[in-house]
């Protein structure tokens, strides 16, 4: 499967931005989905993840109350709304798909295909 991310941009901060994540490929409902974000200088973090049919979401603390994953399987698309924008958010977001067969996983090993990211910048 291939993933393409979008929607990042510069926002100041309280704002919003929605990222999408288009599958190709094959069927992304196949798929566990995850985002994650890596910021300049640190490891990539886990932000949230949504099974295969939507049913279970994981969010860090970090953005939970303030995120929301949905995923439209007949579109092959991810979706993770942000809102409340701090500039800590600041970091290149990157959606993964995880084709195993276990729970969710907030790990990035666990993930098999990953998009090129897409850069969220938060000014205070």
């Known amino acids: 499967v291939q993933l393409q991310a979008s929607g990042g941009g510069l926002v100041q901060a309280g704002g919003s931005l929605r990222l999408s994540c288009a599958a190709s490929?094959?069927?992304?409902?196949?798929?566990?989905m995850g985002w994650f974000r890596q910021a300049e200088g640190k490891e990539r973090e886990f932000v949230v993840v949504i099974s295969r049919r939507g049913g279970r979401t994981y969010y860090a603390d970090s953005v939970k109350g303030r995120s929301t994953i949905s995923r439209d399987n007949a579109k092959n698309a991810v979706y993770l709304q942000m809102n409340n924008l701090k500039p800590e958010d600041t970091a290149v977001y990157y959606c993964a798909a995880d084709a195993g067969f276990g729970e969710p996983s907030l790990m990035t090993d666990d993930y098999d295909y990953w998009g090129q990211g897409t850069q969220v910048t938060v000014s205070s």
């Open positions: 490929g094959y069927p992304l409902s196949r798929y566990v």
